[in-house]
């Protein structure tokens, strides 16, 4: 499985160094204060986490799932390979974002707690998208789960728009998580990402059943 995750890897290079020098650049943008630094957080997850949709486009490009589905080790390992080509990503951009944080707190004086929060939510987000798509994807391939993944991005967004129009929204209740013990509230908050991990884990198994009944 090392190996299939290298190849992920190496597949995606090209791509993942054209990713960090966009990092950086917004990087710069948060120094400069004219991107705010959550936003950066939450975008640099969204962006890694599509990674592996683009891991399947090369792989149906050099016909790869007809030699690795014939392999020894089995389709089910197969796949949890790129699931944990998932976890790996995740904890980089975990990582990166911890650093920017510490960064941020002690050059700009941002609020650690705001920090930690935003780190917290982009985290579950990240886990999340993968989850949903990854299982659609060995169903329908690359093109069609390209078009979930914009639906799963603008359906939320327009809802939460038109919610919050119509007033159906209780800001109030946001503004009492405030007065919550710091620790209480990132206690509550890592429920999400311990959410989404799971929800990743019965994404492995709804992928291996599609795997296991697919022909290639």
Same mark, same amino acid.
């Given at each position: 499985?090392?190996?299939?995750?290298?190849?992920?890897?190496?597949? $995606?290079?090209?791509?993942?160094?054209?990713?960090?020098?966009?990092?950086?650049?917004?990087?710069?943008?948060?120094?400069?204060?004219?991107?705010?630094?959550?936003?950066?957080?939450?975008?640099?997850?969204? $962006?890694?986490?599509?990674?592996?949709?683009?891991?399947?486009?090369?792989?149906?490009?050099?016909?790869?799932?007809?030699?690795?589905?014939?392999?020894?080790?089995?389709?089910?390992?197969?796949?949890?390979?790129?699931?944990?080509?998932?976890?790996?990503?995740?904890?980089?951009?975990?990582?990166?974002?911890?650093?920017?944080?510490?960064?941020?707190? $002690?050059?700009?004086?941002?609020?650690?707690?705001?920090?930690?929060?935003?780190?917290?939510?982009?985290?579950?987000?990240?886990?999340?998208?993968?989850?949903?798509?990854?299982?659609?994807?060995?169903?329908?391939?690359?093109?069609?789960?390209?078009?979930?993944?914009?639906?799963?991005?603008?359906?939320?967004?327009?809802?939460?728009?038109?919610?919050?129009?119509?007033?159906?929204?209780?800001?109030?209740?946001?503004?009492?998580?405030?007065?919550?013990?710091?620790?209480?509230?990132?206690?509550? $908050?890592?429920?999400?990402?311990?959410?989404?991990?799971?929800?990743?884990?019965?994404?492995?198994?709804?992928?291996?059943?599609?795997?296991?009944?697919?022909?290639?």
């Amino acid at each position: 499985m090392t190996g299939l995750m290298m190849k992920d890897l190496l597949v $995606m290079r090209k791509a993942l160094k054209s990713y960090f020098l966009i990092i950086a650049f917004y990087a710069v943008l948060a120094w400069m204060d004219i991107l705010n630094f959550g936003f950066i957080i939450t975008f640099i997850q969204v $962006m890694l986490m599509v990674l592996p949709i683009s891991a399947f486009a090369y792989d149906d490009q050099a016909k790869w799932d007809r030699y690795a589905m014939s392999l020894p080790l089995g389709r089910s390992k197969v796949v949890g390979a790129r699931y944990l080509f998932v976890l790996l990503l995740s904890l980089c951009t975990l990582a990166l974002g911890l650093g920017g944080a510490a960064f941020s707190c $002690m050059f700009q004086q941002e609020d650690l707690l705001e920090m930690l929060l935003t780190l917290i939510v982009s985290a579950a987000i990240g886990l999340l998208i993968p989850a949903l798509l990854l299982p659609v994807t060995y169903k329908w391939g690359p093109e069609r789960a390209r078009i979930y993944l914009y639906a799963m991005l603008l359906i939320p967004f327009v809802g939460f728009l038109l919610l919050a129009k119509a007033d159906l929204i209780d800001f109030s209740t946001l503004n009492r998580l405030g007065t919550l013990p710091p620790t209480v509230l990132i206690g509550g $908050m890592a429920l999400l990402p311990l959410g989404a991990l799971a929800a990743l884990f019965v994404s492995y198994f709804i992928s291996c059943r599609v795997v296991a009944g697919k022909e290639y």
